[in-house]
C-alpha cells in the first residue's frame, strides 16, 4: 500500500517556500502534494481548529495520520533517499534524527517568524 502525503507550509516564509520547492521537484518522494497554507485558508482553519497551528510548524498529512511541527519536519525527511539537491541532501541528514529536529526546530520557528515580521506579514494564518 502506498501512502499519499500532504506538506503544508507558508508559502510567505522564504525558509519553508525554498524547502516546500525542494521536497516538490528534488526530493524523489512520490504520491506527495505541496501546498501553500496561506492559499487553503479553509483546510487550515479546519486544521486549527482540531490543535494543528501552521504559525507553530508545518503540517504533514500522511493518509489519515497528522504530523506537526518538528514531527512533520522529522517524518518527511525521513522518506527523502537521494535527492537531487545538496542542500536537500544536508537538511534530510539532519532532521532526520528525532532529537536533533527537536532541539532545532524552534531555531526554524523563530527565524520563520523573523523574516515574517522584518516582510510586514502577519505569522498567523487563523485569527486566534
Do not use: W
Request: hydrophobic residues 40%; aromatic residues 10%.
Amino acid at each position: 500500500m502506498t501512502s499519499n502525503y500532504t506538506f503544508i507550509y507558508d508559502g510567505e516564509c522564504p525558509f519553508c517556500n525554498h524547502f516546500a520547492e525542494l521536497l516538490e521537484l528534488k526530493s524523489k518522494i512520490n504520491n506527495i502534494e505541496i501546498l501553500d497554507g496561506r492559499k487553503n485558508l479553509t483546510l487550515i482553519k479546519s486544521l486549527f481548529n482540531k490543535g494543528y497551528d501552521l504559525d507553530k510548524g508545518a503540517i504533514l498529512l500522511k493518509d489519515k495520520d497528522i504530523f506537526h511541527g518538528a514531527e512533520a519536519i522529522n517524518t518527511i525527511c525521513k522518506k527523502i533517499n537521494n535527492p537531487s539537491s545538496s542542500l536537500l541532501f544536508l537538511l534530510s541528514r539532519v532532521f532526520n534524527s528525532n532529537k536533533r529536529t527537536k532541539v532545532l526546530f524552534p531555531i526554524l520557528v523563530g527565524a520563520r517568524r523573523f523574516a515574517l515580521i522584518s516582510k510586514g506579514i502577519p505569522t498567523s494564518l487563523v485569527e486566534k
